[in-house]
């Protein structure tokens, strides 16, 4: 959930950077930053705090988590008493922590395009789309996973490809954020052409 919101503030950089460019050292200083990150982990842990008051939930069965994680969902299969307090906080906090933040994030980029679209100069606009590339990517990458868990119907059983899912959007998509945010970096570039040269002539 926190991810969600720091891409949403990221989008708003990218905006300010490209619509407002002239403003953008007097809106996103170093204090703005710090009060919209530390909001994005305030608002975050309040619906994980909320559980912490409700009654004691009571497992059934094997008690066995069928999954790589402690994924709440997966979790709450196992409990035999009532769970409907948890399910609401579910409902309400999934929607509002990645549905709004991915609509803001939509939003924000539909200004940007229209933004690059005013651009006259072919560089001009090669540099804005590179400006918010690597972002774009990220998102599509973490949203497309996430969503696809915690926005559809839950079932009673976990499947192999709810698992792969998991581990690919709480894994495999940090793993990867290094390495898109840094593809515009030249001496990233350079190191990249050297290894995929290296690896050419190695086959060859």
């Given at each position: 959930?926190?991810?969600?919101?720091?891409?949403?503030?990221?989008?708003?950089?990218?905006?300010?950077?490209?619509?407002?460019?002239?403003?953008?050292?007097?809106?996103?200083?170093?204090?703005?930053?710090?009060?919209?990150a530390a909001a994005s982990w305030t608002?975050?842990?309040?619906?994980?705090?909320?559980?912490?008051?409700?009654?004691?939930?009571?497992?059934?069965?094997?008690?066995?988590?069928?999954?790589?994680?402690?994924?709440?969902?997966?979790?709450?299969?196992?409990?035999?008493?009532?769970?409907?307090?948890?399910?609401?906080?579910?409902?309400?906090?999934?929607?509002?922590?990645?549905?709004?933040?991915?609509?803001?994030?939509?939003?924000?980029?539909?200004?940007?395009?229209?933004?690059?679209?005013?651009?006259?100069?072919?560089?001009?606009?090669?540099?804005?789309f590179s400006t918010c590339s690597s972002?774009?990517?990220?998102?599509?990458?973490?949203?497309?996973?996430?969503?696809?868990?915690?926005?559809?119907?839950?079932?009673?059983?976990?499947?192999?490809?709810?698992?792969?899912?998991?581990?690919?959007?709480?894994?495999?998509?940090?793993?990867?954020?290094?390495?898109?945010?840094?593809?515009?970096?030249?001496?990233?570039?350079?190191?990249?052409?050297?290894?995929?040269?290296?690896?050419?002539?190695?086959?060859?």
């Amino acid at each position: 959930m926190t991810e969600c919101l720091l891409l949403a503030v990221m989008a708003y950089d990218r905006f300010v950077a490209i619509c407002i460019p002239l403003h953008y050292t007097i809106i996103m200083n170093g204090k703005v930053c710090m009060k919209l990150a530390a909001a994005s982990w305030t608002i975050t842990l309040i619906p994980v705090l909320i559980p912490v008051g409700t009654p004691q939930k009571r497992l059934c069965g094997h008690n066995v988590i069928n999954h790589f994680t402690c994924e709440l969902q997966v979790l709450l299969k196992l409990v035999c008493s009532d769970t409907s307090d948890s399910e609401i906080i579910m409902r309400i906090s999934g929607p509002l922590l990645l549905v709004v933040p991915f609509v803001f994030i939509m939003a924000t980029y539909a200004h940007i395009g229209v933004a690059m679209l005013r651009i006259r100069s072919a560089q001009g606009r090669i540099k804005a789309f590179s400006t918010c590339s690597s972002h774009l990517a990220v998102v599509g990458i973490f949203y497309g996973t996430a969503m696809s868990i915690y926005l559809r119907p839950q079932t009673k059983s976990v499947s192999d490809q709810d698992k792969l899912i998991s581990v690919f959007y709480g894994s495999v998509t940090p793993l990867l954020n290094p390495l898109i945010y840094s593809l515009r970096n030249k001496d990233v570039h350079g190191a990249l052409k050297r290894t995929f040269a290296k690896a050419k002539s190695v086959y060859i």
